[in-house]
């Protein structure tokens, strides 16, 4: 007689317990069982403190919620399936109808773009603030005003703000603040610490991340984590996320859980490739201007110095170039489409460099005074050798002359 489906399903056989090995299992679940009616009716997956449900958590994502809190030094961690979507949770978890959102002129752009399009349509209104003059954050709080994003360093141009000031601002008109920490990844600062040793622990409130980027670091995930330090505001974003229906794929948890262990090598072998290419451009008579926050003339550098210290300061794999105006557009675009090693792509954080080039009068209200004119592109170093890279750079700029 051919098995039945039934023995197949309700099978006896139990592995032994204990399996240890340095990776976590692989837990995957919509369902998951309940032992019996009364222990379904108790359970409780608000606190961790059991499983009810493969959307309200499995051993896996609890695990990578855990190791990400002690990565930003928060004590809560939501899993969402982009870090755009951990800043559109953020956003609809604490903002009704009335309220305004502030956001830096040089933020994410995605992040722009919620506000001027769903945001806006549901009556919450934004202003961009801008990142290097902290009393223009000041002045534009309203009593209107419910949250303050901040990043550091800004997208694409890459100006360090004095982030300390930001959430002193923030903490004294009592507004929640959010850092967009991708940047910073958890390793150039301390999100939950911006102080370390002083008397007056200064934090932000919630620190978003795309996992995407360095933590993943493999180019092939996308994921987002929402990390707090207080009770009561976790329970709001996690409620806000319940209802949502946002999860993530148990094997992208564990390619992120994959990742973290050598995330401090990679984010330095980044961060020193990225400074000695952009100290190289500094000395090409074809750019304007080279923007990386450890450069001494780069916007906000002061600001980088005092809050990315030890050693030699420590900073993500990122800088931008803006090409001197009598370069066209055109140019420009050759020089990238030359870069043999450099793929042209978005987003960053995987082993292979890339390189974009961005439209700025697009994406900002108005030419920033800190910045030259001409043609930016960004480049996302990789984990290639940087004398390959630099060779890659000289042989692209020679079809410039
Ligand atoms: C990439 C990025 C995001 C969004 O991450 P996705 O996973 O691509 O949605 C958010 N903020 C910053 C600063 C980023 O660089």
New binding site residues.
Partial sequence: MPVSSTDLIHHNYVPPAGFAAPQPGVFKASTVYFPNVAAMRQFEWKDKSAYTYGLHGTPTSYTLEERLCTLEGGKQCLLVP????A?ATVALALLRSGDEVLIPDNA?G??KALAEGELSHWGITHRFYNPLHPQDLAAKITPQTRLVWL?AAG?VTLEFPDLLEQVRICKAAGVICAL?N??GAGLAFAPFDLQPGSKTPLAVDISVH?L??YPNGGGDV???SIVTQDDALHMRLKLCHMRLGLGVAANDVESVLRGLPSLKLRYTAHDEAARALAQWCLTRPEFAQVLHPALANSPGHRHWQVLCQGGPGTAAGLFSVIFKPDYTQAQVDAFCDGLKLFEIGY??GGPVSLVMPYQLVSMRTHWPEHLARGTLVRFSIGLESVEDLRADLAAALRLLA
Wanted: glycine share 10%; no cysteine.
């Fill in positions: 982009s870090g755009l979507a800043i994410y995605p992040n990043e997208s967009d991708t940047w795309a995407t980027k996308l994921m987002g987003s960053w």
